[in-house]
């Protein structure tokens, strides 16, 4: 057995069976249960070494060749691995309570293995590549069958297809940079092109126009994956290429660039965010600003980028999940998410909205919460380089606590004779108890995340330096 087979291979089957071989009410289970699996194997057994269980011994291949590149996941992708696919698991068992589990598990799961393995491919930039075909796969999640897709799921994919070329043809000049180092006009063009391809994938101020309308034209939970998803790994690959190309980071005008888009995206998401009168729009403007953070950290020149970035990343899915659910309980209450219509909501669905506002909270870096020791690190280390930028992050995060100030007004204006209710099921209940606990689990004891931050970061030797 070989790890890109176990991990990439395994669940696109998985999800293909699933698909169209089981039944909605179970399919959660499976997803969840698969998931988990692969996490757990990828945290228990190392890669390219012998474990014996027994009389038995097991060694997990990292590589294999399919029609003529390889895929590769050496040990130090286990930890990488333990987090795609335990976030992965969170996603799916909570598809059972948001109602929309069969479509949204077998695709995820087939997502992932595809995201996976824009991590493995060699070369690496067919990643690009894969990154699309994984984009359009979320089309079914977020547009039912038989209708339209809406505007922003089609702006979405818009923006996602013109990144790829550019992705690549800039990959294609920067092995001409490398062949003849001299050629400094090749090396320019090569790192705009580049920028132009993350500016597209990021979706970057004013590209990111496609998130609070995807947020607002469809299914909550769906779009809330998506928004999970895509940014994280396309922040691994980001990763990856400056990594291969450090060089691109260690000019000046580059890594200015990376993080004045961060800064930017920072501030507009959370000024936006604070202007909205709909629930889904203001999730949508609060991923738009952790967005800019992840390029922020990526572009501080420093060597704690890649730690800052996976220090964002590792919480960012269990704040997106619970996020979402509460998002889908609302909306299941109320059929639209606008301010007029949550109204007073906190007296049947009091849980939900608990829930809904400490994500959103966290989201902000609110004290004690799982997002503040990320921005803590984050603006000790941009406020050393400038504090021009730190002022204008610290804006933008001011402008999602707002913007969660205006939603809690909304959904706590009832009529005096309302009478307090909880009608979430016991098991949308549990999930969302559970999930706000870990929020404040991670937000009060941050050095759980030590293992993984110990590990991650190693991946990515080059930026480190």
């Not at 691994?236 to 930017?264: H, K």
């Not at 936006?272 to 572009?299: D, K, M, N, P, T």
């Not at 909501?345 to 809904?356: H, N, Q």
């Not at 506002?357 to 400038?386: K, T």
Request: hydrophobic fraction near 60%; charged fraction near 10%.
């Amino acid at each position: 057995m070989s790890a890109p087979i176990l991990w990439i291979a395994v669940p696109f089957i998985a999800g293909v069976l699933i698909l169209f071989f089981f039944r909605e009410e179970y399919v959660a289970y499976l997803g969840g249960a698969a998931a988990t699996a692969l996490a757990l194997i990828a945290f228990v057994i190392p890669i390219d070494a012998a474990l014996l269980l027994g009389g038995i011994s097991i060694k997990i291949a990292p590589s294999v060749e399919v029609f003529g590149r390889s895929f590769s996941l050496p040990a130090a992708d286990a930890p990488l691995l333990t987090m795609i696919y335990g976030s992965a698991a969170l996603w799916f068992f909570g598809a059972k309570v948001s109602r929309s589990a069969h479509r949204f598990v077998a695709l995820g799961l087939i997502i992932c293995a595809l995201l996976t393995a824009s991590i493995a491919v060699e070369p690496f930039l067919y990643a690009a590549l894969l990154l699309e075909i994984a984009a359009m796969l979320t089309i079914p999640l977020l547009a039912p069958l038989y209708q339209k897709p809406s505007r922003g799921v089609i702006r979405f994919l818009v923006y996602q297809t013109l990144a790829m070329p550019f992705i690549l043809f800039s990959g294609w000049l920067l092995a001409g940079a490398e062949a003849s180092p001299a050629d400094v006009n090749a090396a320019i063009q090569s790192g705009l092109l580049a920028l132009m391809g993350f500016a597209f994938l990021f979706s970057v101020f004013p590209l990111y126009s496609w998130i609070p309308q995807i947020m607002e034209e469809t299914a909550p939970y769906a779009a809330g994956f998506l928004l999970w998803a895509l940014p994280t790994f396309t922040a691994i690959f980001a990763l990856g290429f400056f990594e291969r190309y450090i060089w691109l980071l260690n000019t000046p005008q580059i890594a200015a660039a990376i993080l004045f888009s961060g800064v930017l995206m920072t501030a507009s998401g959370g000024l936006f965010a604070a202007a909205q009168r709909h629930l889904g729009r203001i999730f949508g403007y609060a991923v738009v600003a952790e967005v800019g953070l992840i390029l922020v950290a990526l572009g501080l020149h420093s060597s704690e980028s890649a730690n800052l970035v996976f220090l964002i990343v590792l919480p960012r899915s269990l704040e997106l999940s619970v996020y979402a659910l509460a998002l889908s309980v609302v909306k299941g209450a109320a059929y639209r998410l606008s301010f007029d219509d949550v109204k007073g909501l906190i007296r049947k669905y009091p849980i939900a909205v608990g829930a809904l506002i400490v994500a959103h909270l966290s989201l902000a870096g609110f004290p004690l919460l799982a997002g503040f020791p990320s921005r803590l690190a984050l603006w000790r280390e941009l406020s050393a380089q400038s504090l021009t930028a730190a002022f204008w992050v610290f804006f933008g995060m001011a402008g999602l606590i707002v913007a969660a100030a205006r939603a809690l007004s909304a959904l706590v204006a009832a009529d005096d004779d309302a009478k307090w209710q909880i009608n979430e099921s016991w098991i949308q209940s549990l999930m969302l108890g559970l999930g706000v606990l870990g929020i404040f689990i991670l937000g009060m004891f941050p050095q759980m995340l030590a293992p993984f931050l110990a590990n991650l970061p190693q991946l990515f030797e080059r930026l480190a330096q």
